[in-house]
């Protein structure tokens, strides 16, 4: 039951601030600029395709989940604080952020689905990992559906690096860390 509770309530704060990051950086990389070239009276020359990446998604869920993984005190504090063990926040984290990882996929397919529709009908592939391995079996389905399973390796693998570093790192004491 405990570890149910944990589950849930890393899940809606992980959610949470995944949707600000997405916000954050939509804000950052393409309306910043837009409104700087508006005050600068160069509206006519801005291209809303210019300034948003293809990648932008991938690039903040990979981001979001190394720092998320990296992150191991503050919530680990609260849950020692309220009964819950160590494997058991362990547990809940590493499940939390693969449920995160999947749905940032998901998102990052939808958004790369609609740049590559509307956006930039010539552009890149759809997934980031198409031109290596999206020609690898001659089948669509399969082409595609090895590279998303290797994209979400990937992603897996980088949350899992955080972790291994914010596990490392959380062994110091607070001045060694800053350093």
Request: proline share 2%.
């Amino acid at each position: 039951m405990r570890g149910k509770v944990a589950f849930t309530y890393q899940l809606k704060n992980y959610f949470k601030q995944l949707g600000w990051t997405y916000l954050w950086a939509f804000c950052l990389i393409a309306v910043l600029p837009f409104v700087l070239s508006v005050l600068l009276g160069q509206a006519h020359v801005y291209s809303f395709t210019d300034y948003l990446p293809s990648e932008l998604t991938s690039m903040v869920l990979g981001l979001f989940v190394f720092v998320s993984g990296a992150i191991t005190y503050d919530g680990f504090k609260l849950f020692i604080q309220n009964g819950i063990g160590r494997r058991t926040y362990f547990k809940t984290k590493v499940a939390a952020l693969g449920v995160i990882i999947l749905a940032g996929e998901a998102i990052n397919l939808i958004y790369g689905a609609v740049f590559q529709a509307w956006l930039t009908p010539n552009g890149p592939y759809l997934m980031g990992f198409s031109s290596l391995y999206g020609h690898y079996f001659g089948n669509s389905v399969a082409d595609i559906l090895s590279v998303l399973l290797i994209t979400l390796l990937f992603i897996a693998c980088v949350a899992v690096t955080g972790m291994v570093i914010g596990g490392v790192l959380g062994q110091f004491s607070g001045v060694v860390k800053l350093l």
